[in-house]
């Protein structure tokens, strides 16, 4: 019973975080230009049209406040939204994606690196993966740098509503057991499909305890 009365206290709990205002804050394409760090924060990171924009949008029950695109790399700036005044959504730029040009993808990576490795107000970082694919090889090294700099990070798979029951867990299990060893990796693995509705109330759940955390040391 008790069980039951904290899950539910908790899915309550996001719902009334992520009903709260979420306003675009700053953007940021240099180290420089990141805002003061403040509230605690959330990344959303993934390869580039795995669904970081519409999931956010889910989240914040908003339709345009990401934007989002069919064309992959068109996010080139770190995005921060502030949430109620209560917790930071940071969009990251998605990896995966050589169309843009060398100098462009060498400052993205120095900024989302500065930021992973010396932002102490993150909490956590929601590492996006297609449900349809799996992990990739750059989801793997990306998982490889979050662990190097021990920046705590949890699996969510995106489009989960493309895939039938049994490919589902199927990929649940393949994931579960690549993240078992890893440092930096949070265990649990959440299902979402933006689209449908998919796993967005455990999403927030989770988010919203995140916020309600004591700041790292």
Known sequence: MNDTNDDTARLERGRLLFEQPCDFEAAASAPAELPPPGLPEIAFAGRSNVGKSSLINALTRRKN??????????TRLVIFFDLGAQ??????PG???ARAGKTDMARWAETIR???ENRQTLRRVALLVDARRGLMANDVEAMDFLDAVAAPYQIVLT???KVKAAERDKRLAEISDAIA???AAVSSVITTSAAKGLGIADLRAELAALADAPALT
């Open 114 to 116: 500065f930021y992973l």
């Open 181 to 183: 060893r890893r440092p």
């Open 87 to 92: 917790l930071r959504l940071v969009d990251l």
């Open 159 to 161: 489009k989960g509503d």
């Open 95 to 97: 990896y995966g994606y």
């Open 65 to 74: 406040l990401a934007r989002t695109s069919q064309t992959p790399g068109r």
